[in-house]
């Protein structure tokens, strides 16, 4: 029994079945990619594989951490001591790397929130159950001289229950950090202030693009379709630049879902559909989309990043040392 | 400023290739007046190339690694530097051949793929603006610079059936391996700034990730018994196909994050 157990421990974290094992995780990568790119990484198989990597990986570097002190007792070159400390150090950034990117599966979660100006979001609750929220003071687009955009800016309060806690300005590559939750720039986009009436019946409502509205008290209907800030037949349905210099609405109508007329419209016109059915694009709401994510694993991944890069280099540093004809083949053998 | 690019573009792309066939001639007839001028003729091919990413560098107001014409250019400037050190140091002229073909085809190749590029840039998109971009570009430059000096030692073994320069292709692998693995937590500390996932399995990732695991196979085999000489030698050859695979097969063939460069 206990012989079996042993060759078991040997099998498992021997070099040859690392080496076995990511020749399989570069096979199921390349080949995973091309057939199932979006679910593959998520098969049980897949993460079966990585898991007894990650298992081998773990032995194998616990047995050369007893053998550590032999190891560096054999070496009396520093480069050759600092190469030991180097495999060490890389392999077990590898270990950290994994945990941490386990301990997101299984604990870590993202979402994302759309606020306009003026709006407040719930983001989380702290461990007593109180709500955490961001509130959207502004959202900007920076420009460059030529229009593109330079940087999208959410500028925001973040409240625990009543009381703020933060104000800070989010943008793409700047996150907002607070308590083991990131809050990224991820995107924008606008609602449209709509007024319709029918019937003698008015609503409003702030309509996303795409959204199809009912007139009250007909069979028509009003599909908010897309809002461009530079309108120029000429671009047809795109944009002739981000700036505001010609805003229009372009909507479609329909009378029993079908499709009965689509047209541009500027803000503040009233336009008739019907003789009792009014709609009116009264303004627009820029809103952002904001990424808010929580993994716990992260401190431990990027510990293990920075491990794996100081312990690569340390490990290869003997390319830099200069090879002696006589020594090449003995160089090979460690 | 864009045709001065253009033309040292193409005249280093010329030189590569009249440097290649120096090599190759210098291999067959031995006559060491050729391997000298085919080392000028590298050294005027690396000028030129230096020409076009400062001439680029001052256009566009940032350093040169940012898209994948910038990155093309970058990559085989560092990779002749790199090879005319190893020249230097270990005074072997038998991949000079290999290498500069290769370096020829590189620039052959921003003229097929990206003509008009020479001089067009945009400023950069707000995701792009991150110093942590820069750096893992820089280091994935030198890292595929490092693997295409071992692949052109390795060839040269493979074709001559010899193994005197294994441990050259070793170091040559090995630091490019070193550089790819930092570049690779580089990029993954720049998505998670970006995009908030450090790794979210794009065709991009997931290619780079394939070619690492080859160089880390590689290092881990080198120097066992079946593995010794050839067949280690055909896997740094390999790794530098996927190589060119993770970056014109996936920028031009498939899509992800990374499409734009
Ligand atoms: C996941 C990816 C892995 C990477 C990137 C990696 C990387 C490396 C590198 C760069 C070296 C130095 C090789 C050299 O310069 O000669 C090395 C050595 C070594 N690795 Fe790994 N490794 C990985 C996985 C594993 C696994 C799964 C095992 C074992 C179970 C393992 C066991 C070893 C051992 C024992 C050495 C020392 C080899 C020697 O000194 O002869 N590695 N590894």
Redesign the pocket.
Known sequence: MGHVFNNMFKIS???K???A??ALLAVFSAVGSSILPDRFYHLLLFNALLIM?FI??G??TFN?CLKLRKLLAKQTDIIKQLRQWG?LI??SG?IFILIGGMINGWAGHSGTVKLAEGERALITRDKEGEKVTLFLEAFEIELYENNMPSQYLSRVSLYKGDRLEQQATISVNHPLQYEGIKIYQQSYGSMVDVTIEGQGQVDTFTAQEGQLLDIPGSSWQVKVFKYIPDFDPAYGMESKSIQPNNPRIIYSVYQDKVLMGVGAAPFGERIEIDSAAYVEFNGLKSYSVLKVKEDPGLPYAGAGGILFMLG?AL??I?IFAKPRKSTDSKMAE? | MAVLIKISIGLAMFVYLISGILYAVGLKTRHNQLFQAAKLAAITGVLANLTALVARTIISGRLPLTDGYEFLISFTFISVLLYLLYEKMSQSKTSGAVLMFIAALLLASVFILMPHQHGAYSPLMPALKSPWLTSHVLTAVIAYSAFTLGAALAAVQLVKKENNEDINV?RAA?GG?VML?ISIVLGGIWAEQAWGTYWSWDPKETWALVT??IY?IY??V??SKGWKGSNANLMVVAGFILVLFTFFGVNYLLSGLHSYG
Do not use: D, K, P, Q
Request: with cysteine; aromatic share 12%.
């Open positions: 974290s021997s070099m079945t690392g080496v094992l990511l990597l081998n990986l032995l194998c050369r495999l890389l392999h590898l690569a490990a290869e003997n460690e | 070793y090995g391996f693995s690492w695991i880390a290092l881990h080198y120097r």
